[in-house]
């Protein structure tokens, strides 16, 4: 096979095998759907516990592993030949009971579904299940919000969800596999390839936006950030926060060129 010419310059020689986990989430599911339309460039599948999501939102797919992060059994042959993994797994707050009037709702989590065994036990998991099989790029999705512990999010349900989620990054960036973590600002139902998108460290686009910027960014933007990273060289061992400016914003330039994008990027934590 010839080798496959990218409009960034990047060639591959063949399709590359990746798994999705987490397809069947909001953004999970656009990861993937993305992938499977460009099949010259991913081998693409996906890696859920239901069938009757996967059927919901995909159909009846021959591209879909089933199991439980939390049992590395299930891992292994879903990652059998694959070279990237890009894990969109995480914990689920639900609402106890409607709130009383003028009393803020209560969350909690599900028995076995706490961000511990979720965000950072099933991250583990997979990250491990990934480098016996030989994968030798993860993409991870992140949050904003990490470097505050006292973050509304890790309240929630006293789950300490952020945390969790920090210490997983931690343990991949320590596992000598190539890594790229993208911590997204809060995520909206929007088109993508509309806004300029912006990045940062430390959670400073979240503690101090640019004026008339707040600290979200379509789903959308962020499945192709996590897409374009298995792609691009400039974007491994790199973790970084994004947001998007508004669509409306004048001065906006929008992102198009993700080899400049995450070349912007200073590499490490």
């Not at 003028?102 to 065994?117: D, I, L, N, T």
């Not at 991250?123 to 790029?137: L, P």
């Not at 343990?171 to 509309?194: E, F, K, M, Q």
């Amino acid at each position: 096979m010839a080798p496959i010419l990218l409009t960034q310059g990047v060639r591959m020689s063949r399709p590359l095998p990746v798994l999705v986990t987490g397809a069947t989430g909001r953004t999970g599911a656009l990861v993937l759907e993305k992938l499977l339309k460009q099949p010259n460039l991913f081998a693409a599948r996906g890696f859920a516990r239901s069938p009757r999501k996967v059927e919901d939102r995909f159909g009846v797919s021959p591209y879909f592993h089933f199991g439980d992060i939390k049992n590395p059994a299930d891992l292994a042959p879903a990652l059998e030949a694959c070279q990237a993994l890009v894990i969109l797994t995480s914990a689920i707050p639900v609402m106890k009971a409607p709130p009383e009037p003028g009393q803020p709702p209560e969350f909690s989590y599900a028995e076995g579904e706490w961000p511990e065994q979720v965000d950072y036990h099933g991250q583990v998991n997979q990250i491990e299940a990934a480098r016996a099989a030989g994968v030798n790029h993860i993409v991870l999705m992140g949050s904003l919000g990490g470097t505050n512990d006292q973050h509304p999010l890790n309240q929630m349900g006293n789950g300490n969800i952020l945390i969790w989620k920090r210490k997983a990054e931690q343990y991949l960036r320590a596992s000598g596999i190539d890594y790229t973590i993208v911590r997204a600002g809060g995520l909206l139902d929007a088109p993508g390839g509309r806004r300029e998108l912006l990045v940062g460290k430390d959670d400073q686009l979240l503690n101090q936006p640019p004026a008339g910027v707040r600290p979200v960014i379509p789903r959308a933007d962020v499945a192709e950030i996590l897409v374009q990273a298995l792609l691009l060289p400039a974007a491994r061992n790199k973790a970084f926060d994004v947001i998007a400016r508004p669509e409306d914003d004048p001065d906006a330039r929008v992102t198009e060129d993700f080899a400049a994008f995450f070349a912007q990027i200073p590499p490490g934590p």
